[in-house]
């Protein structure tokens, strides 16, 4: 009974976010150049970003609006560079925001971001079955995943050479690479500037910046979502009969042990990222942990640890709003703060995903249920606090419509 009048209260919730989203979409959509993509968010975030992008090509999917799911991909791809990298920024019509030395006189960042991109075209071709839009962008995404292994590689995981390329840009955990305890947010500004400086000091020469050891991190979320992405392009590749199946199922269990030897800790037992080769992150319970299930690589047993110990244990991560990026027994956790101990819809996306992967379809449905909640209460926001739902960071922010595609196993 209980559990009927919380979907049914969960159904209504959803079709009134639904109506609310409608307007954001149409508030943050542009048209440049004969391109159509989706901005984050018209204040804060006005130029297209790479794993937005993606995220948005899947609600578009879930949505059943093809054409723009299909789209976003389009002018994302239009924005590679020739060495095949897709930037993490393209900037379309440019402004005053967001005005940094890139190193470039290109129209882009020279950053890359988690390479989301395999795993959104197969969701467009799971719900379209079209085989010439896979054929269309199927090459590009091939140069971009050759490009991470080739320039960012190391022992078959990649290398992310600044925090804006992990996605998780203020991460708790990359205090540790820069020796800084408890750094304000002006003190982590300068800092990824003068990273960024350094890196284009190199002109943008990746394997000569990653020897220096100046930012070189093998983030755990990022390899997640590369090996993911990587089981996407071999399928992507089997539906048009590429010759590339044979690379990416070649590749495909090199990386899957790769991930177990350099990832795990063996102290913790539990997976984690590493900067400098092999040196272990400190403030290593953090929302990442759950990736390796959205990359289906923990064991059963790993599955439920991270489950039972972590993401149900309320001293840690099972706040009131979950899913918070750090700990809340984590002495650094900052439930207000960007990365530092907010909740993320699209952390709670890949969590969901993950859970559904294993099984604990009881707990991806409650994480779901939790998400609209805190939508519900304060609107689509860029992040939460965990413990109020109170909105910040940049309002009307677009992948917070992840929450739509929380409803199957996909
Ligand atoms: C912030 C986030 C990054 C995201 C961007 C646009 O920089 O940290 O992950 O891509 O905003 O939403």
């Keep these: 009974m209980e559990q009927n009048i919380t979907e049914m209260n969960n159904n209504n ?18 048209e440049s150049r004969g391109y159509k993509y989706t901005v984050p968010s018209p204040h804060l975030y006005p130029y297209q970003w790479l794993w937005d992008s993606c995220f948005h090509s899947i609600i578009y999917t879930r949505l059943g609006e093809l054409g723009w799911a299909k789209d976003e991909i389009r002018s994302l791809i239009a924005g590679q560079w020739e060495n095949g990298m897709l930037p993490h920024m393209i900037y379309w019509e440019k402004n005053e925001m967001h005005n940094v030395n890139w190193g470039t006189e290109k129209n882009t960042s020279s950053l890359t971001q988690p390479p989301m991109i395999a795993y959104a075209v197969e969701r467009v071709w799971k719900a379209s079955k079209d085989d010439d839009f896979v054929r269309e962008v199927f090459p590009s995404l091939v140069r971009f995943y050759k490009w991470l292994r080739d320039e960012r590689g190391e ?9 804006w390329e992990t996605g998780e840009d203020d991460f708790v955990a990359w205090d540790s690479i820069y020796k800084v305890k408890e750094p304000s947010k002006k003190i982590l500004e300068n800092l990824k500037i003068d990273i960024l400086d350094r890196f284009v000091k190199t002109e943008l020469n990746s394997k000569e910046f990653l020897k220096m050891n100046i930012f070189s991190l093998k983030s755990l979320l990022f390899n997640s979502v590369y090996l993911r992405n990587l089981e996407s392009m071999r399928l992507l590749a089997n539906i048009i009969s590429s010759p590339e199946e044979e690379y990416f199922q070649e590749l495909l269990p090199k990386v899957r042990e790769a991930f177990k030897k350099n990832l795990f800790n063996n102290q913790f037992k539990i997976y984690s990222s590493y900067y400098d080769g092999n040196v ?15 990359a289906n690589i923990s064991s059963e047993e790993e599955a439920k640890e991270l489950v039972e110990k972590y993401l149900k244990n309320e001293d840690k991560f099972w706040l009131r709003y979950p899913v918070p990026t750090s700990s809340a027994d984590d002495e650094n956790f900052q439930p207000n703060r960007y990365w530092r101990g907010s909740s993320w819809v699209n952390i709670n996306w890949f969590i969901y995903k993950g859970l559904r992967c294993y099984g604990y ?40 419509g992840l929450v739509f595609d929380m409803d199957n196993p996909d």
């Design 13 to 30: 919730n959803l079709q009134k976010l639904k109506s609310e989203f409608s307007d954001l979409l149409k508030e943050n959509q542009r």
């Design 155 to 163: 022992d078959k995981l990649i290398r992310c050479v600044h925090p």
């Design 280 to 294: 272990c992150i400190e403030n290593i319970e953090n929302s990442s942990i759950f990736l390796p299930l959205f």
């Design 361 to 400: 379809d009881k707990v991806a449905q409650e994480v779901r249920d939790a998400t609209i909640r805190m939508i519900n209460k304060t609107g689509f926001w860029e992040y939460y606090n965990p413990i109020n739902a109170k909105g910040l960071g940049a309002k009307n922010l677009t992948w917070s």
